[in-house]
């Protein structure tokens, strides 16, 4: 018989971890019949018509193709080093503080601060910490995200071996895509490269045209890619990250797998899906992640980003690289309406932008969640959205980690 989840044994235990890990009879069902069968089958595709225009075919990006992975140089490869020998014996780290700060360390590489498991970022490592010393919201719906006690009970709870392997492969990806952070930097926030970038950086095609400026210049008013097909609800109620792949891959590969096979992929445990996971993940296995696509996918901290530069990147990532963007809000009412309750962090997958010229900015995006599978007595959600493009960029703000995957 297999081991028994950490959730479960948890709650035969009677403990408590300040949060609900689910609410619903149907769902303590759907985990039971995961434990007895270990497989998860095929589910017939979700309501896939919410009004969204017919969507473009996977072709050619129109522009900014040309962002591969740069080499690690000697003073990279150092950085990490660091990063990694600083998190010796994080697992006796005492106390949330103490954890906290062991679980967010930071690397520099090209004048671009990485740190782990919060990706790109201006923020200061003391600035991320304390974003983990609070604890999560009580009351909300799971559905799937690590949230700050899922990221310190994996610092605390992972071998020293197996940490040090998983920070290693992380900042070695980070290393190799500052040139793209560089490059986005400068394409949606105006940030002037520095004088020899291309020469640092033959990875990353530059031109003249790179810096859009404005708001929407240049884009059609409406615009989506991504079949409206290719997407099925989560399965399990902390499976947002295993849906959110399982569409992102089908729609590279034509090809559906299982979400329980994307769940093994990105180590999602019952606390959930870290993003910087999804990150990996679609790196190693889509082609959205090549240099005539998006080129390399990142974690980027949004937190000092406007809501017209946030657009702006939605409309860049989805229009120019044809590739869909990762989305990472937190699930609040005020910000989605079809939810029933309030829920906890998520992962949607971007795919469309429509500029309503007449009204509110929308983005069009491929939701997972849908509360009824685990309370019938709750609305339906659909999985194919259009909404308010403002709502969703507060929802990524108010997510204590303010990223997303592009």
Known sequence: ?????????????????????????????????????????????????????????????????????????????????????????????QGRTALARASVRCATFDGQRYCLGFGWTNQTPEALAARLTERPAFGRERTGDLDADGLIARTSERSATARAEAERAELTLAAQSVGKVWMLRHEIQGVELPADFAARHPEVAVSDTDARGGFGKKYPRKFAILKKSRILAQNQTWWCGPATMQSIAWSSSKRRKNQAFWARRLGTTSDGTAITDMVRVVNDKTIYAGADRAGPYITLDISDFTFKEWYRLMMRHVHDYRSPVVLHPVLLKQYYPYLDDDASGHFQVGRGFDQNPKGNPQIGYFEPWDQSRF????????????????????????????????
């Open 1 to 93: 018989m297999p081991a028994l989840p950490r959730f479960l044994a948890h709650q035969i235990a009677g403990g408590d971890r300040s949060r609900p890990l689910w609410r619903h009879p149907v769902t303590i069902a759907a985990a039971a019949l995961t434990l007895t069968l270990g497989v998860v089958p095929f589910l017939p595709d979700g309501d896939d018509d919410q009004g969204s225009i017919a969507p473009s075919g996977e072709t050619t990006p129109t522009s900014g193709a040309g962002i591969g992975r740069g080499r690690v140089t000697r003073a990279m490869q150092a950085e990490i080093d660091r990063v990694v020998a600083e998190g010796a014996g994080a697992e006796r780290a």
């Open 375 to 406: 309370d019938p007595s709750e609305p339906s959600i659909g999985r194919v959205q259009w909404r308010n493009a403002y709502r969703s960029y507060r929802a990524n703000l108010d997510h204590f980690q303010h990223n997303l995957g592009v």
